[in-house]
């Protein structure tokens, strides 16, 4: 926080005189009930653009003052937001006192560093922290979902991966605390590898303007970040639980924090989750359950001029993939299609079985900042993952309880960051980022491999300036550049290797033949610069344009190079392509944004041109024994996507307030000039909020959501020859399902305990009509509808 | 700047350490065969009271690559002939040759064979062996025909199938083979 606050002194300790002006205002701001001064506080004149904050004595300094009288507005995190109006003759003194907010009491700060600072012409999206615990019992892409433009590709209703302007996958960056996740995020049923409940603050970038966490976000960052503790002798938890009908469980987690004046913090927490089968509204969606165990430490020591944090997470999830959706081919997809309801439909039960998976992630992280005189804020951080991913299909023999798929991918990256200042208005950060990162396939599962053994080596450098033209205008440039290395072992099938006519082309790596199989080492290179351009103009009248143009570049990642087989959750074969470049992004994004307290909107127009795109599609069907599959190829080609996204808030009364979201966007191969598939369809949701802080802080909303149906979509169907019936049928995998209109309810209030705790209790009901419906963007929906209605009660205890 | 240097000098120790670290891990990896890919599924007919038997053979050496099975069938059927009929499955891509039907037998109870007659093939079927419950498994079976036809006969192994039921169209499951074979009776 005071890293936060020496920025915004120094920021506004330049500010430019004006007129015969110079007089300063200087005081402390306490706390109205014992008196402890507050540190972090904000105070704004109003009127002006000028703010300070408090430092760690709780006192400031405004200077530039005419002698005349002023309102300011003061705000500290922990306290009810206060108007103050003072009377300037000369250099004045006042002391400002704030009420502690029992609502707030407990929160603690969420604006972190690295948020505010990762980019300033791309709109940040926030989640608060308030919003994100309402999705405890849920997945980080179902809270990302709840903002503009933000959709999830999901398998089933428990892998929820997010899809951000219609990308997803390796295009989409996630960053929790400081560190890239890498947990072979390539996968398509790959959720994310994060604890929702772990998460502080969530920021979604739409674009790849945060250079200083990578390059190749070719479609967005996502950072979480753990609550910031706040500087002071305090201890303070907060444990939520909560139950839901649909799927007959729920999640508990809980989180302990003790901080200390003299800088030193820890913080404990953990969950535990578990559902059984979820339900559509007329059938149960068997092996749908799901068991998740995380749990986190943090501890540091932060002071003003120096800090080092320490911090581990374990993440561990179990989750059953629908069992109807495990088939053998085509013909098998006929009838799954065919039936309209799942072709296996058990009892409702806790236990998870094939297929599945079974998914563990480490994240430890050290990092250590100092502020050195004269250069800037220097910050070095050493992170380690571990990403042990099993997963499970129906098997035969004594293979029944063995993994199909068997994963550990290690990663180990060491950052080293400048923050610095060339001159007053021009601020600079720069790094570099060394990675070495090692994947290794486990032999025993007695199935070929699907990503093959790797070492990858990554180097990247950036800088990034933002320079204040002046009181409206800011300007952000940067650039990155990124060096990879990847040295590959892999076993082809002979019979694909000659297909391909790799056996002429890349004769030279072959390490070893043994017949059906040939070992090569592939040694690849790429080269990935990418850079990003942008200005924020204050219009005035709480209006604010951003520009933005960003260009990414991503290497394909092992899947896309390397895939190779039969993919048993799709009924698919995927082949991936060894000859692949690196995918270059060129967007341009425009925000208007409207910020008023009654009525406030922002409008995100864009325009993406994607080279190289690597995209998936089917191209043959093929033969086996087990019967024909739809072979599905990566290849390259041009796209363009396009689209916008609006977010609108009014008051429109006292207490009531109208929230509106809209999105739009639209994919197309410029190459094929056809549409891209699984681009999220048009959807709009609506919200009417009812506040009253008079009653217990009461709560309640209703949102309506409407998803339309996806018109453009490419044509992938094929036909197979069936034999019971002697006739050719046609197994629809293209056609979009009908658009669907979902009502979800939620309320809550809050129970004072004493002067320190306080309960909320929360229920809410989602899917309200029960309605059946599919979504175009999960990867089941040829086999289940989508989850019916759930009843759900939260319970949360500030302490 | 002091620290600065050392943090410097920290930064390139730890990358360089990453990068060596990496040289002792020479060996290379070793190769996986697929321990339950159905490479070969072979279905001999001998007529019963003795003659040349007929086989029907599909065959798969690279599984799920990009090879179609090569299907062989050694001779027509014989009108007025009953067949006995026994079905191997074989996993060519391990040395020796691993018997799937073994496993298939074993897990009797999870697995049904099931025969459709297209194409004006006329013959019948009928199930010789039985799992636990006394429901069909169906790797051995008779087939006679009566009268001279031509049509295709396809073999499809269900994982899984609703035990008991009334064919193929109900049985559920998931497809572990279906392979088709063209067949002549005369």
């Known amino acids: ?196 409940n772990s998460v502080g603050n969530l920021t979604l970038i739409k674009g790849a303007g945060a250079l200083q966490y990578s390059g190749d976000a070719v479609g967005g960052v996502i950072i979480a970040e753990s609550p910031r503790v706040p500087v002071k002798d305090s201890l303070y938890g907060k444990t939520l639980i909560t139950g839901s009908s649909n799927g007959q469980g729920g999640a508990i987690t809980t989180q302990l924090t003790k901080s200390y004046q003299s800088g030193w913090h820890g913080s404990v927490q953990g969950t535990l989750k578990r559902f059984g089968d979820f339900e559509a509204p007329d059938y149960v969606l068997s092996n749908t359950g799901t068991f998740e165990r995380n749990v986190s430490l943090h501890l540091g020591f932060n002071r003003f001029d120096y800090g080092v944090e320490a911090y581990y997470s374990l993440y561990k999830t179990e989750i059953g993939i629908l069992r109807a959706s495990h088939l053998g081919g085509g013909l098998d997809q006929i009838r799954a299609i065919n039936s309209g309801v799942p072709l296996i439909i058990n009892d409702f039960t806790y236990d998870i079985n094939a297929p599945k998976q079974d998914v563990t992630h480490h994240l430890g992280r050290i990092k ?165 351009l942008g200005a924020t103009y204050d219009i005035g009248n709480d209006y604010t344009l951003f520009a933005n143009y960003s260009l990414a570049s991503r290497a394909p990642n092992p899947s896309e190079l390397f895939s190779e087989g039969l993919h048993h959750s799709a009924s698919r074969i995927e082949l991936g392509d060894l000859r692949f470049d690196s995918e270059v992004s060129n967007k341009i994004a425009l925000t208007l944004q409207k910020d008023d307290e009654v009525f406030a909107f922002t409008v995100s127009p864009y325009l993406h041109f994607i080279d190289n795109f690597m995209i998936i599609e089917p191209t043959e069907i093929q033969q086996t024994i087990r019967g024909n599959f739809q072979v599905w190829e990566y290849r390259q080609t041009n796209a363009l996507l396009l689209g916008f996204d609006i977010d609108a808030t009014y008051d429109f009364a006292s207490n009531w307030q109208f929230n509106h979201q809209f999105s739009l966007v639209k994919g197309y191969d410029r190459t094929l000039d056809l549409p891209l598939i699984n681009m999220p369809p048009v959807n709009t949701s609506n919200e009417i909020v009812y506040r009253n802080p008079d009653l217990k802080n009461l709560r309640v909303a209703l949102e309506s959501v409407y998803v339309f149906r996806q018109n453009e979509f490419p044509d992938n169907n094929f036909e197979l020859f069936v034999p019971q019936t002697e006739t050719f049928e046609i197994v629809d995998v293209s056609s979009p399902p009908d658009a669907y209109h979902l009502l979800n309810f939620d309320s809550s209030v809050d129970f004072n305990l004493n002067t320190r705790s306080k309960l909320t209790v929360g229920f809410g009901i989602s899917n309200l009509l029960d309605e059946s419906y599919r979504n175009y963007l999960n990867r089941l929906r040829y086999y289940a509808d989508e989850l019916g209605r759930n009843y759900f009660l939260n319970l949360k205890i500030n302490y | 700047m002091k620290n600065l240097k050392l943090v410097v000098t920290a930064v390139f120790a730890t990358l360089l350490f990453a990068a060596c670290s990496n040289d002792d891990d020479n060996g290379t990896p070793e190769p996986v065969n697929e321990e339950e890919v159905i490479t070969t599924m072979t279905i001999t007919l001998t007529p019963e009271g003795g003659g040349t038997a007929i086989t029907l053979r599909t065959r798969d050496l690279d599984g799920d690559g990009p090879n179609a099975p090569v299907v062989t069938v050694s001779g027509p059927l014989t009108a007025g002939v009953t067949y006995n009929g026994v079905i191997e499955l074989l996993n060519e891509t391990e040395n020796p040759p691993e018997d799937i039907t073994l496993e298939v037998e074993e897990e009797s109870d999870e697995h049904q064979f099931f025969y459709t007659r297209s194409g004006g093939l006329n013959v019948a079927t009928e199930y010789s062996n039985f799992d636990n419950n006394g429901d069909p498994l169906g790797t051995e079976f008779k087939l006679s025909s009566n009268v001279p036809s031509a049509g295709t006969m396809t073999f499809t192994l269900r994982h899984e199938p609703t035990k008991p039921n009334n064919g193929l169209a109900s049985a559920g499951g998931e497809t572990d083979i279906a392979a088709s074979f063209d067949l002549t009776v005369q």
Not at chain 1, 82 to 97: A, E, H, M, R, S
Not at chain 1, 162 to 173: D, E, K, M, Q
Request: proline residues 2%.
């Open chain 1, 368 to 532: 250590a900042f100092k502020r050195v005189d004269g250069l800037g804020k220097v910050s070095l951080q050493y992170d380690f993952q571990r990403n042990n991913r099993l997963e499970f299909d129906i098997r035969r023999g004594d293979d029944r309880d063995k993994a199909s798929l068997d994963l550990e991918l290690d990663t180990h990256t060491v950052m080293l960051d400048l923050d610095t200042r060339i001159k007053d208005e021009i601020k600079l950060k720069t790094g570099v980022m060394g990675r070495y990162q090692t994947n290794f396939a486990d032999p025993n599962t007695g199935v070929r491999r699907l990503i093959p053994d790797y070492d990858r080596y990554n180097l990247g450098v950036y800088a990034i300036a933002n320079y204040e033209v002046n009181d409206r205008w800011l300007i952000e440039a940067g650039a990155r550049f990124d060096y990879t290395f990847m040295d590959v072992f892999k076993f082809y099938r002979t019979s694909f290797w000659e297909s391909r006519g790799y056996d002429v082309l890349f004769a030279d790596l072959v390490v070893e033949d043994l017949g059906t199989q040939v070992l090569v080492n592939p040694e690849l290179d790429f080269f990935n610069a990418s850079a990003t």
């Open chain 1, 1 to 196: 926080m005071h890293k936060y606050a020496f920025g915004v002194l120094l920021f506004s300790s330049f500010y430019t005189f004006s007129q015969n002006c110079d007089y300063t205002l200087t005081g402390s701001v306490t706390d109205q009930h014992d008196g402890s001064s507050l540190s972090g506080a904000t105070i704004i004149v109003a009127g002006t653009q000028q703010a300070v904050q408090t430092d760690l004595d709780g006192s400031f300094t405004i200077s530039g003052l005419c002698n005349d009288t002023y309102s300011f507005q003061v705000s500290h995190p922990e306290c009810l937001t206060k108007g103050f109006t003072v009377k300037i003759n000369g250099n004045t003194t006042k002391d400002f006192k704030l009420e502690h907010h029992l609502e707030e009491l407990n929160q603690v700060t969420v604006e972190g560093k690295t948020t505010t600072e990762s980019s300033k012409t791309l709109v940040e999206n926030k989640i608060s922290r308030e919003e994100l615990e309402r999705y405890t019992s849920a997945s980080l892409g179902d809270a990302l979902k709840s903002l503009s433009g933000v959709s999830s590709l999901n398998t089933g209703n428990t892998v929820v991966k997010p899809l951000v302007n219609g990308l997803h996958s390796s295009r989409v960056v996630i960053v929790n605390n400081g560190v890239r996740m890498e947990d072979q995020e390539w996968g398509a049923e790959h959720a994310p590898n994060i604890d929702i």
